[in-house]
């Protein structure tokens, strides 16, 4: 694969993620979420299970253990610390704010919830973080290839019987994008096509269940990724270069948004006069984009990325040339 290859696809894969990371701000936007709860129960259908595909796609199983616990560290480390400043946040001012999730237990029940049941946004990390080990572990020390992926499906499956934080239904969908980067599949190639958005629309007009443990929502989630990847030839390169620098921030914007979004409430009377909600929520959604790069470029700053990612978690704007 040629070097502008490589670029392409990795460009594309960062604006799934961009769009799919401006999806979840979206819909943890109360005054959103409650103006349009269809649209939000779709979006809320399709929107993680697209991310752990992409995540278990992107993952190099190849990697020597050293390699593999640095990036292992960026995960947990980062997880467990805005986890526990989460619960205790909403646990000391949730009734406060009017947070959804809320946490009065001590120190046990506090550790517990990190261990076995988290809580916000932030599942999505402990998730990631069991299912990369599982399969990282069997195929390195038990067998690789496909039956390694079967035997951590397996293991992820008993797993999820016994740790109420790690979804089953989840766990399927990185075990997908293992499977693809198995296979060797382009997943731009398998699933880009100029009649995505079509199905996805007839999905959402047909499907008597669209909720996240359907079935329905692997379709949502495959078509919005093939409407995504068509999409980026019928946009200006400015717009493809901006989403995918948002998504090449996504990580970020997981750990700061939480902290943000439960405060746009406040000001919602200001936007009154507009009964859509639109003008809000495109203020709301810039607004805790904004705040979740300027934290990001702060931690870096101050050198807290090293200590709890081991790395530094802002990624500059970095635009591809024009063909």
Same mark, same amino acid.
């Given at each position: 694969m040629s070097e502008i290859m490589k670029k392409e696809r990795i460009l594309e894969l960062d604006m799934a993620k961009g769009v799919f990371i401006l999806l979840m701000v979206l819909f943890h936007l109360g005054l959103f979420n409650t103006t349009y709860p269809f649209l939000c129960q779709i979006i809320y259908s399709f929107l993680m299970l697209g991310f752990m595909l992409i995540s278990g796609y992107l993952f190099s199983v190849n990697k020597e253990p050293r390699q593999f616990m640095k %990036? !292992?560290?960026?995960?947990v480390v980062p997880y467990c610390v805005f986890e526990i400043v989460y619960l205790l946040g909403v646990?000391?001012?949730?009734?406060s704010l009017g947070a959804s999730n809320t946490f009065d237990g001590g120190?046990?029940?506090?550790?517990?919830?990190?261990a076995l049941s988290p809580s916000g946004t932030f599942w999505y990390l402990h998730t990631m973080a069991i299912c990369l080990t599982v399969y990282y572990l069997v195929n390195r020390y038990v067998v690789k290839g496909l039956s390694g992926i079967l035997i951590s499906a397996v293991i992820l499956y008993a797993l999820s019987l016994a740790i109420a %934080? !790690?979804?089953w239904g989840d766990a399927i969908n990185f075990i997908i994008g293992f499977l693809f980067r198995y296979a060797n599949w382009e997943i731009k190639?398998?699933?880009k096509s100029p009649v995505s958005l079509l199905c996805f629309v007839l999905i959402c007009v047909f499907a008597n269940d669209i909720s996240r443990d359907s079935v329905v929502s692997i379709g949502l989630a495959f078509t919005s990724l093939g409407f995504i990847f068509d999409l980026k030839e019928r946009i200006p390169k400015c717009l493809s270069n901006f989403i995918a620098y948002i998504g090449r921030n996504s990580f970020a914007i997981f750990l700061f948004s939480p902290f943000f979004t439960v405060f746009t409430k406040f000001y919602a009377p200001l936007f009154a006069f507009d009964g859509s909600a639109i003008l809000w929520t495109i203020f709301s959604l810039s607004l805790v984009v904004s705040l979740c790069l300027f934290s990001a470029m702060l931690f870096d700053r101050l050198s807290l990325s090293r200590i709890i990612a081991g790395k530094n978690i802002y990624s500059s704007y970095k635009p591809?040339?024009?063909?």
């Amino acid at each position: 694969m040629s070097e502008i290859m490589k670029k392409e696809r990795i460009l594309e894969l960062d604006m799934a993620k961009g769009v799919f990371i401006l999806l979840m701000v979206l819909f943890h936007l109360g005054l959103f979420n409650t103006t349009y709860p269809f649209l939000c129960q779709i979006i809320y259908s399709f929107l993680m299970l697209g991310f752990m595909l992409i995540s278990g796609y992107l993952f190099s199983v190849n990697k020597e253990p050293r390699q593999f616990m640095k %990036g !292992l560290y960026g995960i947990v480390v980062p997880y467990c610390v805005f986890e526990i400043v989460y619960l205790l946040g909403v646990g000391a001012l949730g009734e406060s704010l009017g947070a959804s999730n809320t946490f009065d237990g001590g120190v046990l029940a506090l550790l517990g919830k990190v261990a076995l049941s988290p809580s916000g946004t932030f599942w999505y990390l402990h998730t990631m973080a069991i299912c990369l080990t599982v399969y990282y572990l069997v195929n390195r020390y038990v067998v690789k290839g496909l039956s390694g992926i079967l035997i951590s499906a397996v293991i992820l499956y008993a797993l999820s019987l016994a740790i109420a %934080g !790690l979804r089953w239904g989840d766990a399927i969908n990185f075990i997908i994008g293992f499977l693809f980067r198995y296979a060797n599949w382009e997943i731009k190639e398998k699933l880009k096509s100029p009649v995505s958005l079509l199905c996805f629309v007839l999905i959402c007009v047909f499907a008597n269940d669209i909720s996240r443990d359907s079935v329905v929502s692997i379709g949502l989630a495959f078509t919005s990724l093939g409407f995504i990847f068509d999409l980026k030839e019928r946009i200006p390169k400015c717009l493809s270069n901006f989403i995918a620098y948002i998504g090449r921030n996504s990580f970020a914007i997981f750990l700061f948004s939480p902290f943000f979004t439960v405060f746009t409430k406040f000001y919602a009377p200001l936007f009154a006069f507009d009964g859509s909600a639109i003008l809000w929520t495109i203020f709301s959604l810039s607004l805790v984009v904004s705040l979740c790069l300027f934290s990001a470029m702060l931690f870096d700053r101050l050198s807290l990325s090293r200590i709890i990612a081991g790395k530094n978690i802002y990624s500059s704007y970095k635009p591809m040339a024009k063909d």
